[in-house]
């Protein structure tokens, strides 16, 4: 029995420590890749695509609800606002919460069509719900201006540029998910020092008896933990590929 219990031990510290490295690894290729992107001309003009998805996700779960989606405002500065209206009681409280988790789920999808060699596709539904938002619901001068071109773009690489279209898709992909994580950490730190200012999390806050800071720490934890799984479909993919070279 002690021999059988040791190697339990030691069995549940291998694999707690290999977790603990997969979580490390995360925040390291995190930090890195976000530093890394500052450096590409243009980058910060697709870093709304992370912005997209958020106010689609709350135009999006509006709609489920039966809801009415008023407009959508896209911003220069990577902000943006959905306008809606639903009934009262727990409908705002699930309008507010989606914003967040529905990014972080996009930037999940978009890795996992990459691992699927799906990269069309991922291209092709970036363009969609661009369209759907251009079509039904954004009506400022910048929103149009950079949805349209957003559309124009990814159906160039689609159609016209097919080689360059998966180092384009990955570029796209990487913004996303790097903006998923950073706009909760931005969320958490607005939370701790200016509680009314923290956007979805003071909405929630004002919506329930839990505190803006509660719903920042849940944003950032599932922000990061779609962030180890899409990294995951990164890694397992580019090793394939590299199985498949060395044949």
Not at 100 to 113: M, R
Not at 153 to 178: C, D, H, I, Q, R
Not at 234 to 244: G, N
């Amino acid at each position: 029995m002690t021999t059988l219990q040791q190697e339990y031990n030691v069995y549940f510290e291998r694999e707690g420590a290999e977790d603990m490295n997969k979580w490390l690894k995360t925040l390291l290729f995190l930090v890195g890749s976000a530093l890394l992107t500052r450096f590409i001309p243009f980058s910060s003009l697709f870093r709304n695509l992370d912005t997209m998805f958020h106010e689609f996700g709350h135009a999006l779960m509006t709609l489920l609800l039966s809801g009415d989606v008023l407009r959508i405002e896209l911003y220069a500065d990577h902000s943006g606002v959905t306008y809606s209206a639903v009934e009262a009681g727990l409908r705002p409280v699930l309008v507010s919460l989606s914003g967040y988790p529905l990014a972080s789920l996009f930037a999940l999808l978009l890795f996992y069509l990459y691992s699927r060699g799906r990269v069309r596709w991922g291209l092709l539904l970036s363009a969609a719900v661009a369209l759907i938002m251009l079509v039904l619901y954004v009506r400022g001068a910048f929103g149009i201006l950079w949805l349209s071109g957003l559309i124009a773009l990814n159906l160039a690489m689609v159609f016209l540029w097919p080689k360059a279209s998966k180092y384009y898709y990955l570029f796209l992909a990487f913004l996303t998910l790097e903006e998923s994580v950073t706009g909760t950490l931005y969320l958490l730190s607005a939370s701790l020092f200016s509680p009314s200012r923290a956007g979805d999390a003071s909405n929630l806050a004002g919506l329930t008896p839990l505190p803006a800071i509660f719903w920042a720490v849940v944003f950032f934890l599932f922000s990061f933990l779609c962030a180890k799984w899409s990294l995951g479909y990164f890694f397992r993919q580019e090793r394939l590929q590299r199985q498949k070279g060395g044949r």
